[in-house]
């Protein structure tokens, strides 16, 4: 069956689409909570490093990827280079991964707008709150499916309708209400000490693990690594530029970080829970913080209710927005590569997704979540990154890519020599080092990173994170060994001028 291949309408259509994908609940949830356990100020100032050159970088050559080929990932780099094509395979399981746990995740903050909407809102910050309402699958399960039955609605309704407008509203919504929070959080006792912690660096806390963490959180903010900037591309026309967008998507997502990182720094000073910090760490956290930081806006009741809840709002559309683009990555690339019906590879994949999420929702969920989250993060993306800096560096010809980035930019132009040293040399050094160091650190930690300080034992660890890997390697590596060829694929190299 053919696919019909969607494109945004408008200019800024791509723009906020792709924006929508990387601002999401790693902006709010992840973001503030690496910074809280890495050291603040340290894991800033090396998470904008990071940003502005690998993650900026990579994410324009995975647009310029999708729209050269106009095919999404497993089919791009087959098409570029033969040899490549398990890098898609790769690349194309990991939203498989992410999916089922950032909507375990989307539908707690679907149950907070519910909370907020209804009017419990002082419910909402007493401590035990959240910590009671994961404590049993049955609710956390019901809102995982409504956060789930939204986001397909909106994958079938397909790129123009659905996505279009929801981001259109809601982006700039959010990004000035988190202005507003963080500005409003400053004012409390105490936050100004948060403010400190946050934006001074502290050089003694810089690691290998600080560079881990805020690398894989890069990687996960940007969408990158992961098939669907390449899909979205894919959408592209000739006209657009790259170069331009590139930039507008990156700043918005780092500015949507660095607003929450504030918030939640702000917020933890003023209200005296500061200690948290350092012994609480992971999902929960942030699901604290932010109706703790609404709750003492202002005297009035009414005018935080109705910031919680417009806020929130916000949130769950852009926490779909991304889970959209999760799905849409990965039916893109299934389609295309299979010509499978895109509806019902859709469908299919929510049940998949569903299946999987009720891991997330058991005794032990938080945990594996936990543990997963970071094994995708700071192994899985971190591999391909390796592989995909190899494969575009010394594979695909640089100064075309390059020249696919520039087409249309007048203003910027990516300068080939920082591509030349970014992608061909320093990435894959970097983040081999990371990669092999990781590994290290796990078995002489036992447990690594995630070890101790978190209570993971190596063999948790083990199973909820190697298990993961190993699939994605098998993914990638084993099965398309097994599979018939795809008609799209099968002319050679197109990347010519
Ligand atoms: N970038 C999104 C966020 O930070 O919330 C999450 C995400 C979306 C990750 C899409 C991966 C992805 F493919």
Redesign the pocket.
């Known amino acids: 069956m053919e696919n019909k291949r969607s494109s945004f309408t408008g200019k800024l259509g791509f723009v906020l689409a792709a924006a929508g ?7 709010i949830w ?1 973001f503030p909570y690496l910074a809280a356990k890495y050291g603040g100020g340290m894991f800033l100032l090396t998470y904008i490093v990071l940003a502005v050159t690998f993650g900026f970088t990579l994410m324009v050559a995975e647009i310029s990827l999708g729209r050269k080929t106009q095919l999404s990932a497993i089919s791009a780099f087959s098409k570029l280079d033969k040899r490549f094509s398990f890098l898609g395979y790769l690349a194309s399981i ?2 498989v991964i ?1 999916l089922p746990y ?1 909507s375990v995740i989307g539908g707690w903050v679907t149950k907070y707008l519910y909370v907020f909407a209804s009017g419990g809102m002082q419910d909402a910050v007493k401590d035990d709150y959240f910590t009671n309402f994961i404590s049993t699958p049955a609710e956390p399960v019901g809102w995982f499916l409504i956060f789930m039955a939204l986001t397909a609605i909106i994958v079938l309704l397909g790129v123009e309708k659905g996505v279009e407008k929801v981001s259109k509203v809601m982006m700039p919504v959010l990004v000035v209400l988190t202005l507003f929070v963080a500005i409003y959080a400053m004012f409390m006792p105490g936050a100004m000490e948060g403010v400190k912690y946050y934006l001074t660096p502290d050089f003694s806390k810089f690691s290998a693990t600080t560079v881990l963490a805020a690398m894989g959180q890069v990687f ?4 990158v690594m ?3 900037m390449i899909a979205y591309g894919s959408f592209l026309d000739d006209s657009s530029n790259i170069a331009r967008d590139g930039i507008i998507i990156a700043f918005s ?1 780092l500015a949507v970080s660095l607003l929450s990182g504030i918030v939640m720094f702000t917020t933890m000073y003023g209200t005296g829970l500061q200690d948290m910090l350092a012994t609480k760490s992971g999902p929960g956290l942030a699901f604290g913080v932010y109706p703790t930081a609404i709750v003492n806006l202002s005297k009035s009741g009414v005018f935080n209710a109705i910031f919680a809840f417009v806020f929130y709002f916000c949130l769950c559309t852009l ?1 779909i927005d ?2 959209f ?2 799905v849409e ?1 990965i039916s893109t690339a299934f389609s295309d590569k299979f010509g499978t019906d895109k509806k019902k590879t859709t469908i299919t994949l929510c049940v998949i997704a569903g299946v999987i999420s009720l891991v997330y929702t058991t005794g032990a969920g938080l945990a594996v979540l936990d543990i997963v989250d970071n094994w995708c993060n700071s192994f899985t993306l971190i591999l391909i990154g390796v592989l995909e800096t190899i494969a575009i560096g010394w594979f695909f010809k640089t100064s075309k890519v390059v020249k696919e980035i520039n087409r249309n930019s007048k203003k910027f132009k990516m300068p080939r020599v920082w591509f030349d040293i970014a992608v061909k040399f320093v990435a894959p050094v970097s983040l081999t080092v990371l990669f092999v160091w990781n590994i290290i650190d796990l078995f002489k930690n036992k447990g690594g990173i995630y070890g101790a300080a978190d209570g993971y034992n190596l063999t948790s660890n083990i199973l909820a994170g190697w298990l993961v890997f190993a699939l994605c390697l098998v993914r990638g590596f084993v099965i398309p060994r097994f599979k018939g060829k795809n008609k799209q694929t099968e002319t050679e190299e197109t990347w010519e001028d």
Not at 22 to 27: D, K, Q, R
Not at 220 to 223: A, I, L, N
């Open positions: 994908s990387a601002v999401g609940l790693g902006n992840r990991v939203p992410i950032y996960y903010s940007m969408s992961m098939a669907i997502d926490a991304s889970a683009s999760l990555g």
